[in-house]
């Protein structure tokens, strides 16, 4: 008995090695990824938008939390985390002109999105979830059911930036209201079922947004017999298995580059509410192919280079498929908020791998 024990105490640490030289090798695709990225960021930080920033902020969370948490079991992880470091220091700096820049460039968005302008807002997992294929929707809608508008309106509510009027007769307005704020438009809207694409991420980031600035009781209020048991994370499960199922006939049908940019934000999102079957392996690979070599972008298009995409023509190249939302083409091709999504999914990869070492961390049943 003595010897299968040692047996097989051998095969494991056998396996423990192969495994360990392949995910660092993995390791190091995802940090000069995100270093590349980086020094995108750090030559175009006076141009790059909100929304594009917000994904590098998500990205430094999680790679700060990976540098906490780095396990220091060889030199070769050391060395790792040592460049890790060294890229956590760069994107402090770009990341304080690249907000400096946005609101400049945006002050009223930049104002009503302040809070979320900072990688300490953002909670990285710390155990692990998955999707359950039985919550995916027997049908969903054609077009998109989120109206921008009214959604950024909910998530400033629950921020406690939303700009709300006085009663007087100047009738002045006053920012930094009382956070945590839910309207009935906004749950409704929230909780909807059957919306597809980016809907459906940007339902699930208002559950975020609302766990992460400390509010509870977001459903308080809902009198509907058949929501009567839904939890926040009842609605999150709900709305990543459906993301789930899109991911997966995305790519069973063919990821075009078209919808690489709903893809990788799915993987983002849903990977930072803890759902670790986003973290496939594969689709990490499709994600780095799509990183634009020459200057470390995501979503480039060299056919436009030097010109600004207005939202007609980004509503013509992708009809009935996307929200209206503030996207900017860069002066180099570059998109600027398929590249912070791509950089946040990127940057919850290196988190996953690197907690999936630690057991108590490993999906839950």
């Not at 945006?106 to 953002?122: I, L």
Request: proline share 3%.
């Amino acid at each position: 008995m003595r010897a299968l024990g040692l047996q097989l105490a051998a095969v494991l640490v056998l396996i423990a090695a192969v495994s360990g030289g392949s995910q660092a090798e993995v390791i190091d695709d995802i940090l000069g990824s995100l270093s590349r990225a980086a020094s995108f960021l750090e030559r175009q930080h006076e141009q790059i938008n909100l929304d594009g920033v917000l994904g590098y902020f998500m990205m430094q969370a999680e790679l700060k939390e990976a540098i906490r948490t780095w396990p220091h079991s060889d030199p070769v992880s050391w060395a790792q985390r040592t460049t890790a470091v060294a890229l956590a220091k760069r994107l402090d700096q770009s990341l304080e002109k690249a907000a400096t820049a946005v609101q400049q460039n945006d002050p009223k968005y930049y104002r009503e999105f302040e809070p979320v302008m900072s990688w300490s807002f953002y909670l990285i997992p710390q155990t692990w979830t998955s999707t359950d294929p039985s919550l995916v929707y027997s049908s969903t809608m054609t077009n998109e059911c989120y109206d921008e508008q009214l959604g950024d309106k909910c998530l400033t509510l629950l921020l406690g930036t939303c700009r709300r009027r006085r009663n007087t007769r100047k009738n002045k307005k006053k920012t930094n209201g009382t956070p945590c704020i839910v309207t009935k438009a906004c749950r409704d809207t929230m909780t909807r079922f059957g919306c597809p694409h980016y809907s459906l991420s940007h339902q699930l980031f208002y559950f975020m947004i609302g766990q992460m600035k400390g509010c509870t009781n977001l459903l308080k209020g809902d009198t509907r017999a058949s929501r009567a048991n839904m939890t926040e994370h009842s609605y999150k499960k709900i709305f990543c298995s459906n993301m789930m199922k899109a991911n997966q006939d995305l790519i069973k049908d063919g990821l075009t580059d078209q919808m690489a940019d709903i893809f990788m934000e799915n993987i983002l999102m849903c990977g930072m509410a803890g759902f670790s079957d986003f973290y496939k392996a594969d689709w990490l690979q499709q994600i780095l192919r799509r990183q634009d070599e020459e200057v470390g972008c995501f979503g480039r298009d060299k056919s436009i280079i030097s010109q600004i995409i207005g939202d007609e023509l980004l509503k013509e190249l992708q009809p009935h498929r996307r929200v209206k939302r503030r996207e900017k083409i860069l002066p180099d091709g570059c998109s600027s908020h398929t590249t912070g999504v791509a950089v946040g999914a990127v940057g919850g990869y290196l988190n996953y791998y690197l907690t999936e070492q630690d057991i108590t961390k490993r999906p839950l049943s």
